[in-house]
């Protein structure tokens, strides 16, 4: 079973920063975190920040330049540095991982969600 444990969410005044983690772990044949999403009430799920193997990144129009993506292999985990937040930038944010399984099954598995709130 794989797990993505999502935190460093939460309340933040506009301007303000947040580091989100996601920490994957259990037993497959590899477990590649690869990404940060998000939705906001009302509106569908999408892509902010995505990193390749090789640590080639690439974000979305609306949080280039103030966010940041980055992993730790050896701990198995992704980061999402956010600054400069704006009030748009409110949603739940989603970690996603690529799984492949012992019987070389490949899928997408996701996190539960953090709760970013940018308000003053």
């Known amino acids: 079973q794989v797990q993505l444990v999502e935190s460093g969410g939460g309340l933040v005044q506009p301007g303000g920063s947040l580091r989100l983690s996601c920490a994957a772990s259990?037993?497959?044949?590899?477990?590649?975190?690869i990404g940060w999403y998000r939705q906001a009430p009302g509106k569908q799920r999408e892509l902010v920040a995505a990193i390749t193997t090789d640590g080639s990144a690439n974000y979305a129009d609306s949080v280039k330049g103030r966010f940041a993506i980055s992993r730790d292999n050896a701990k198995n985990t992704l980061y999402l540095q956010m600054n400069t937040l704006k009030p748009e930038d409110t949603a739940v944010y989603y970690c996603?991982?690529?799984?492949?399984?012992?019987?070389?099954?490949?899928?997408?598995?996701w996190g539960q969600g953090t709760q970013v709130t940018v308000s003053s």
């Open positions: 259990g037993s497959a044949f590899s477990i590649n975190a």
């Open positions: 996603k991982a690529e799984v492949m399984t012992y019987g070389m099954y490949r899928y997408d598995h």
